[in-house]
T-cell receptor
Framework: SQTIHQWPATLVQPVGSPLSLECTVE??????LYWYRQAAGRGLQLLFY??????ISSEVPQNLSASRPQDRQFILSSKKLLLSDSGFYLC???????????FGQGTRLTVV | GDSVTQMEGPVTLSEEAFLTINCTYT??????LFWYVQYPGEGLQLLLK?????DKGSNKGFEATYRKETTSFHLEKGSVQVSDSAVYFC???????????FGAGTRLFVKA
């Protein structure tokens, strides 16, 4: 089965600083990849998804961007963080032979 | 668009009590339906799934039945344990769709 690696697990960043969160997938190829954000006590908001290298779809306009430089690598970035970017960021992967998505352990980002 | 509505929490139960968490959905066609569980500080894990009407998903004593006529996928467990304390998310993915749509989540507390 798929294994999703995310790092770092926890991050505290000042307002205005850049961000790079990385997600890599093991155990499969050609996955669909997803970035979700979970605000404190809230549900999951889909931020970006990708169906292939270099292909990114954005779900909501925001201060973040995503890139997929390799088949099993998905990166979430920002040039200048805002306080409202704080949250729990989850990477997920799904292939066509699975109906369900698999999730990483998440990165808790606190912007101060 | 597709959406998932689940009962608001938190839900507080005593150990060995019966659990029901309601979930209804809006989608065209026959989506796949899922329940995910999130333990504190972790990512989401698939708890169970159902891919067609009248299917029953089950795992670890939890069950949910895909009811097309009522567009529902309620989660049940006959006897909860303290270790079941977590946040539970109902979700759907349209047939052939790329995105998994999540409900807002329901936090469950089980007291000893």
């Amino acid at each position: 089965s798929q294994t999703i690696h995310q790092w770092p697990a926890t991050l505290v960043q000042p307002v205005g600083s850049p961000l790079s969160l990385e997600c890599t997938v093991e155990g499969t190829s050609n996955p669909n990849l997803y970035w979700y954000r979970q605000a404190a006590g809230r549900g999951l908001q889909l931020l970006f998804y990708s169906v292939g290298i270099g292909q990114i779809s954005s779900e909501v306009p925001q201060n973040l961007s995503a890139s997929r430089p390799q088949d099993r690598q998905f990166i979430l970035s920002s040039k200048k963080l805002l306080l409202s970017d704080s949250g729990f960021y989850l990477c997920a992967s799904r292939t066509f032979k699975n109906t369900e998505a698999f999730f990483g352990q998440g990165t808790r980002l606190t912007v101060v | 668009g597709d959406s998932v509505t689940q009962m608001e929490g938190p839900v507080t139960l005593s150990e060995e009590a019966f659990l029901t968490i309601n979930c209804t959905y809006t989608a065209t066609g026959y989506p796949s339906l899922f329940w995910y569980v999130q333990y504190p500080g972790e990512g989401l894990q698939l708890l169970l799934k159902a891919t067609k009407a009248d299917d029953k998903g089950s795992n670890k004593g939890f069950e949910a039945t895909y009811r097309k006529e009522t567009t529902s996928f309620h989660l049940e467990k006959g006897s909860v344990q303290v270790s079941d304390s977590a946040v539970y998310f109902c979700a759907l993915r349209a047939t052939g769709g790329f995105k998994t749509i999540f409900g807002a989540g329901t936090r469950l507390f089980v007291k000893a």
